[in-house]
C-alpha cells in the first residue's frame, strides 16, 4: 500500500525540541521529493520544508535555523528536527511525497505538487 505515515508529535513547552518521522510504503522512496506542512484550524496549510531525491532542502522563512529536515533512504523515513519551538508553531503537521517523477532542484513548498499525503500529526507548544 502506497503511503505515509507521522509520528512524533506531542505538547512541548516554548523553547523546546521536537523531532518528526514520516514512515513511507509502497513506492521508491529514494527517488522521491518530501515535504512537510502544517496547518492550523481555520487557516491556510503552510509549506515549511522540502528535500529533494539529492539531499537540496527548503524551508519556510519562519522555521529556517530552527528546523532540520532530513531523509533516510535506507530506513524510507522522512525528519524534521523542530528546535526553539514557538506557540506559533503548534499545528498539525503533515508529511507528502511527490512520487512520480525525480526532481533535483529546491523542493517547492506548495501543496498541489506534492501527491501522497499522511494524516498529520498534531504538536502543540505551550508557552
Known amino acids: 500500500q502506497v503511503q505515509v505515515t507521522e509520528s512524533g508529535g506531542g505538547l512541548v513547552q516554548a523553547g523546546g525540541s521536537l523531532r518528526l518521522s514520516c514512515a513511507a510504503s509502497g513506492y521508491t522512496f529514494s527517488s522521491s521529493s518530501l515535504g512537510w506542512f502544517r496547518q492550523v484550524a481555520g487557516k491556510e496549510r503552510e509549506g515549511v520544508a522540502g528535500i529533494a531525491s539529492n539531499g537540496i532542502t527548503s524551508y519556510a522563512d519562519s522555521v529556517k535555523g530552527r528546523f532540520t529536515i532530513s531523509r533516510d533512504n535506507a530506513k524510507n523515513t522522512l525528519y524534521l528536527e523542530m528546535n526553539s519551538l514557538k506557540t506559533e508553531d503548534s499545528a498539525i503537521y503533515y508529511c507528502?511525497?511527490?512520487?512520480?517523477?525525480?526532481?533535483?532542484?529546491?523542493?517547492?513548498?506548495?501543496?498541489?505538487?506534492?501527491?501522497?499525503w499522511g494524516q498529520g500529526t498534531q504538536v502543540t507548544v505551550d508557552s
Open positions: 507528502a511525497a511527490r512520487t512520480l517523477s525525480r526532481w533535483y532542484g529546491s523542493p517547492p513548498l506548495v501543496g498541489p505538487w506534492y501527491s501522497l
